[in-house]
């Protein structure tokens, strides 16, 4: 097993990767400033990425990511929450199993998810679907206008009603406020 240092501003993640390329983020009493609690870490992460992967994202589609975003992304890319963390707004919880990567083989995969015809006209407004609980309802960030930082979610089962639904007005307070399920 490889170990693979990753340092954030002053901070480090050590990710042990198996023969798939994975890792597994222990972390240390919240010394990461993600915004994650120290109850709550990052397994299956995709491949490290740099600034410029970053930068080539948004140029191909058009978006700006969020500060807070980016920073996830460089240290994370993506992954699985562990364990099964939740976030409430107005007394209802919601539920983040996995977040999506960039330039990864996954199934879900932000490019894929960018030309994904589920959710074209999310995309043509310029949200960006990140994540999905383990029911398959999914997260989405603005990306541009006056509304760009915000975290929607996407109810499958209430996709024709009320389905859509800003959950908080930033990824950091998104991450913030999970805690363990």
């Not at 976030?87 to 994904?116: A, G, Q, V």
């Not at 589920?118 to 989405?140: I, K, T």
Request: proline content about 4%; aromatic content about 10%.
């Amino acid at each position: 097993m490889n170990v693979l240092t990753i340092k954030v501003g002053t901070s480090e993640l050590r990710c042990r990767s198996s023969r798939n390329n994975r890792c597994a983020v222990p972390r240390k009493g919240g010394a990461i400033e993600m915004g994650l609690s120290a109850d709550i870490a990052m397994q299956f992460c995709g491949r490290q990425i740099t600034a410029a992967e970053l930068d080539a994202f948004e140029g191909r589609h058009g978006v700006s990511l969020p500060k807070g975003y980016r920073k996830f992304m460089r240290a994370y890319n993506g992954g699985m929450v562990s364990p099964l963390a939740h976030f409430t707004f107005l007394d209802r919880d919601y539920c983040l199993h996995s977040l999506y990567s960039l330039n990864d083989n996954f199934p879900y995969e932000l490019d894929r998810m960018c030309k994904s015809l589920n959710w074209e006209m999310a995309y043509s407004l310029g949200h960006l679907c990140f994540g999905r609980d383990p029911g398959g309802s999914e997260f989405f960030i603005a990306t541009r206008g006056p509304d760009s930082g915000a975290i929607h979610f996407v109810d499958r089962e209430e996709a024709l009603g009320l389905g859509v639904v800003r959950i908080a007005d930033s990824f950091r307070q998104l991450m913030e406020g999970l805690v363990p399920a």
